[in-house]
């Protein structure tokens, strides 16, 4: 199973909107509306902010949002924040059920 | 308040095993998938496998297939990664990871990680 596409950065200044990309297969991403996206702090665990393409946990500011168009899903911040600079990563389950992960994007905030 | 808690990590040579645990607490352990996911240093997430709640059906990764068992035992709230045949590949930051429902749909809560190396 391949590794779900992701840009290795993005970048945005204090107060701007940045969307992440996830691009998959019809055996993952397009195939189903398990998508989650994490966020991982340097030294920490990932921390769950979007599941099942669009929804937020509790306690997940609003700014995040998600959305999935055919293969590939998106993760929206608005009005980043310093706090945001982090990794994040795609997942979504496949067709033979497991689990694949995007490579990661690197979010820096200028 | 949902705790996972991994231990048995460290160093081992290639070809060795080690036996990694995850113990569980804030929620009904039984009821829900749990995952092991690994994290290679300054790499990306790999998924590593699975096992169901409420039945216990397992799933692998192909990297591991064959060399890495997952059980649990949810008289304990514990779940285990046995690792065997291990390659220098395999190390890692192995994390504990709950989802969200009794077969696998995503991750909802992860461990703090325990790191397993493999070297001679």
């Known amino acids: 199973q391949s590794a779900l596409t992701q840009p290795a950065s993005v970048s945005g200044s204090p107060g701007q909107s940045i969307t992440i990309s996830c691009t998959g297969t019809?055996?993952?991403?397009?195939?189903?509306?398990?998508v989650s996206w994490y966020q991982q702090h340097p030294g920490k665990a990932p921390k769950l902010m979007i599941f099942?393409?669009?929804n937020r946990p509790s306690g997940v500011s609003n700014r995040f949002s998600g959305s999935k168009s055919g293969n590939t899903a998106s993760l929206t911040i608005s009005g980043l924040q310093a706090e945001d600079e982090a990794d994040y990563f795609c997942?979504?389950?496949?067709?033979?059920?497991?689990?694949?992960f995007g490579g990661g994007t690197k979010l820096t905030v200028l | 308040e949902v705790q996972l808690l991994e231990s048995g990590g460290g160093l081992v040579q290639p070809g060795g095993s080690l036996r990694l645990s995850c113990a569980a607490s804030?929620?009904?352990?039984?009821?829900?998938?749990m995952s092991w996911v690994r994290q290679a240093p300054g790499k990306g997430l790999e998924w590593v496998s699975v096992?169901?709640?409420?039945?216990?059906?397992?799933y692998y990764a192909d990297s591991v297939k064959g060399r890495f068992t997952i059980s649990r035992d949810d008289s304990k709230n514990t779940l285990y990664l046995q690792m065997n045949s291990l390659r220098a590949e395999d190390t890692a930051v192995y994390y504990c990871?709950?989802?969200?429902?009794?077969?696998?749909?995503?991750?909802?809560?992860w461990g703090q990680g325990t790191l397993v190396t493999v070297s001679s």
């Open positions: 096992i169901t709640g409420n039945g216990g059906t397992t």
């Open positions: 990871a709950k989802d969200r429902a009794q077969q696998l749909v995503g991750i909802g809560y």
């Open positions: 804030g929620f009904s352990f039984s009821s829900y998938a």
């Open positions: 997942s979504s389950y496949t067709s033979t059920i497991t689990v694949v």
């Open positions: 019809s055996s993952d991403v397009g195939g189903y509306n398990y």
């Open positions: 099942d393409v669009s």
